[in-house]
């Protein structure tokens, strides 16, 4: 039974951890909650970052969670930049990695995240190149992008990602000549296959994004510190002032690992594997948000989701587990974007290789218009570009799993509640 004599331990002040913080208190629990973040800043949202931030839209106080004073107000112990090096399972204790202080818990949830793969080339070293996952990292890209606005300065990113497009998007705002490296044929060819990706290649080159497909990186070329290039390897030297690696993120599983939580294999995306609960292997340790991998039965298979609402979601639902609400947690994976004037939310999971068809409802020359994955006439995904107020019915027609004729669900009259 959960009660004030209890100490419930959150590793990772990301969103997840805060929300599930939050939670904890919402629903009542009246133990001891420590929050420790290896950041400085208190939790923050990370999408602002690649988006409104960056370019400067957005005050920096913005994209904090919660306000300095809620976490004394809340008796939430926040601990700023400290690590965690070990959880001993059979002590129920996590060590702090500065000082060798130990901590009991009696449940203990790893919100630890993940972070920026890096780039395996020579030059990497160079003072102008850049990764994208905090705030620091942020703070420093944007004035980056606006001295090469101003100075006619040449950005090459490696990997047309979401966050690769959407800091080339920001770059292009700036005024800064922007080169996108990526493997796949188009980008986004991952998330969502080449009919989309493309229309998004469209989109960046209609701003003067130059793309080069079907290559990778093989050398940044410097001098005195400084970047002046970048080598593909199809023998091309491309201009470079800066480098953006963005070629994704690797889940942060070394504390889960050393503790010997069961870890998911490569082919499911690594993460920590845990239950519809969110629970790990071992029953008093959950884990929620980029780290963790969870079952969905909806798709019949194991996910990790890198997104802001699987944190803003799955930390809670993690709290609600830990204080022993039954609680399946079954969220259809959900994101957006915001590049140039396209705004765009996706639902659901249609890798390459997933879906026999895609189909279009709405205008695509003109932006505006729903995508949807669909195999053997079941929806998969589905795509609203510049078409709001419309998640709720996709997600519904997504998880109800019937046999729809794509004419009628490409037609903009028929109603999507009327095809679920």
């Known amino acids: 039974m959960v ?10 002040g990301g969103l997840a951890g805060a929300k ?32 409104g931030f960056l370019l400067g839209k957005e005050e920096r106080d913005s994209v904090f969670v919660h306000e300095p004073a809620w976490y004394a107000q809340n008796d939430v112990e926040l601990h700023l930049g400290q690590t965690v090096d070990a959880i001993d399972r059979a002590a129920k204790t996590v060590r702090f990695g500065d000082d060798g202080t130990l901590v009991h ?3 203990l949830l790893l919100a630890t995240g993940a972070e920026p793969r890096r780039l395996d080339i020579p030059g990497t070293d160079l003072a102008g190149v850049h990764h994208l996952r905090r705030i620091a990292h942020a703070e420093r890209l944007k004035g980056v992008l606006a001295a090469l606005g101003r100075d006619n300065g040449h950005l090459v990113i490696a990997g047309a990602g979401w966050i690769g497009l959407e800091v080339a998007a920001a770059a292009r705002q700036y005024g800064a000549e922007v080169t996108v490296v990526q493997t796949a044929p188009t980008p986004l060819y991952g998330a969502l296959g080449p ?50 690696a963005a070629i994704g993120a690797a889940p942060r599983t070394a504390l889960a690992e050393s503790a010997g939580l069961e870890i998911a294999d490569r082919a499911h995306g690594g993460g920590i594997v845990v ?10 340790i959950y884990a929620a948000g980029d780290v963790a991998s969870f079952p969905l039965a909806l798709f019949g298979t194991r996910l990790r ?31 957006f974007t915001d590049q140039y004037d396209l705004g765009m939310e996706y639902s659901g999971w249609a890798p390459p290789g997933s879906y026999d068809q895609v189909v279009i409802r709405g205008d695509a020359g003109k932006r505006e218009f729903i995508a949807f994955w669909v195999k053997e006439g079941r929806v998969l995904a589905g795509m609203n570009v510049n078409v709001w107020d419309v998640t709720g019915p996709i997600q519904r027609l997504i998880r109800s ?10 037609d903009p009259h028929v109603p999507l509640a009327a095809l679920a």
């Open 195 to 244: 009919e989309l990706g493309n229309l998004f290649a469209e989109l960046h080159r209609e701003h003067g994004v130059r793309f080069r497909f079907g290559v990778r990186l093989t050398e940044i070329v410097g001098q005195d510190g400084m970047v002046l290039a970048a080598r593909t390897d199809d023998g091309e030297e491309h201009p470079a002032h800066d480098v953006l």
């Open 305 to 335: 989701v890198e997104h802001w609402a699987n944190a803003l979601n799955g930390g809670p639902a993690a709290a609600r587990s830990m204080l022993g609400r039954y609680e399946v947690y079954d969220r259809v994976p959900y994101f």
């Open 105 to 107: 818990y009696d449940k």
């Open 401 to 410: 799993g019937v046999r729809v004729d794509t004419e009628r669900l490409a």
């Open 20 to 51: 599930a913080a939050e939670t904890l208190r919402s629903e009542g629990f009246t133990g001891r909650v420590i929050l420790i973040c290896d950041e400085r800043d208190r939790p923050y949202e990370r999408p602002p970052l690649s988006k």
């Open 3 to 12: 009660d004030a004599d209890q100490t419930f331990v959150i590793v990772g």
């Open 275 to 284: 239950d519809e609960r969110l629970r790990t292997s071992d029953p008093d």
